[in-house]
């Protein structure tokens, strides 16, 4: 495990000189949810799996950007499953974006997830390892990631980031999100699932939505590459994550590109959330 997160921190810092110095423009290749791909989300994963292909542990990859999963080494332990850079159209306006790493062994259900890292590309590279507990850790100009905190969730936090637009939410989940505000609390939606976890876990709580909506039922977010490894951060975190009802961790897909609804908060959210949902 130890060499996959290394391997990771190689990436982090490759990738976050790609962000400052290589064009953000739109490659010609559609990716297998339908984006058309940015050339740095083709570079991203590119310097992904060359680097796993450095290390013996990982059995098999599968990344956002990919239809197929790759195999790396027959004798391997591992399954990663990636997102290269997440939230990559926010890159145009200079906003925090993210790599997000599902560490699963056995097969890709939320179950076989052993271990989560993403990583923040912000004004500071920042790395959070989820495995027994969940650590953050800052990139110094010592040219390595040191250890800042163990981040733990409060019972209940005050920041809502409600995704998808207005328009196409159920009138149960807009009475929700209302009734959320109209108790107190505060707006916090960028766009980008990296930053907006990362945000609602360093500041103590929240919610984190995005519900079934109408042009897209089974929710926008991939179980694989972004579903699971946050669900798994939350709950090591102290917090919960489930798609309504259910606890996400107990969902399997069926496709590697699967996506399902899904809210991810504290304790005192969450329960609101099945509330609502009964
Ligand atoms: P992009 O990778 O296309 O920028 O999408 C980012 C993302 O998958 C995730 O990071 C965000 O939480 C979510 O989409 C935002 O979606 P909405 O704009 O529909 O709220």
């Not at 980008?192 to 909506?213: C, R």
């Not at 709950?235 to 919960?240: D, L, S, T, V």
């Not at 009802?245 to 069926?254: I, Y």
Request: glycine share 8%.
């Amino acid at each position: 495990m130890k060499e996959i997160f290394e391997a990771i921190k190689r990436s982090a810092i490759k990738i976050k000189w790609l962000i400052e110095n290589e064009d953000t423009g739109y490659s010609k290749n559609i990716n297998s949810t339908g984006d058309t791909q940015l050339k740095i989300d083709i570079k991203s994963d590119l310097v992904i799996e060359e680097e796993f292909r450095k290390i013996s542990s990982v059995k098999e990859i599968i990344s956002e950007e990919k239809e197929k999963k790759t195999a790396i080494n027959e004798n391997g332990r591992y399954f990663v499953g990636y997102d290269p850079l997440d939230g990559s159209s926010l890159l145009d306006v200079d906003l925090s974006v993210g790599s997000i790493f599902g560490i699963y062994e056995n097969g890709y259900s939320g179950t076989d997830l052993k271990a989560v890292v993403y990583v923040v590309y912000g004004p500071r590279l920042e790395l959070v390892i989820a495995h027994e507990d969940v650590k953050l850790y800052k990139f110094t100009e010592k040219g390595e990631f040191i250890f800042n905190q163990v981040i733990k969730l409060k019972e209940k936090g005050y920041l809502n980031a409600p995704g998808s637009t207005q328009g196409c939410w159920s009138k149960k989940h807009k009475q929700m999100i209302d009734d959320i505000f109209a108790s107190g609390y505060r707006l916090r939606y960028s766009g980008g699932m990296v930053p907006d976890l990362h945000q609602i876990l360093l500041k103590g709580g929240g919610l984190f939505s995005y519900p079934s909506t109408t042009d897209r039922p089974k929710g926008k977010l991939r179980m694989i590459f972004e579903v699971f490894p946050f669900a798994f951060v939350f709950e090591k975190a102290g917090g919960a994550a489930i798609d309504g009802k259910k606890r996400l961790l107990d969902l399997s897909p069926t496709h590697p590109h699967d996506t399902t609804p899904c809210f991810f908060g504290s304790n005192e959210e969450i329960k609101l959330v099945i509330k609502y949902n009964e």
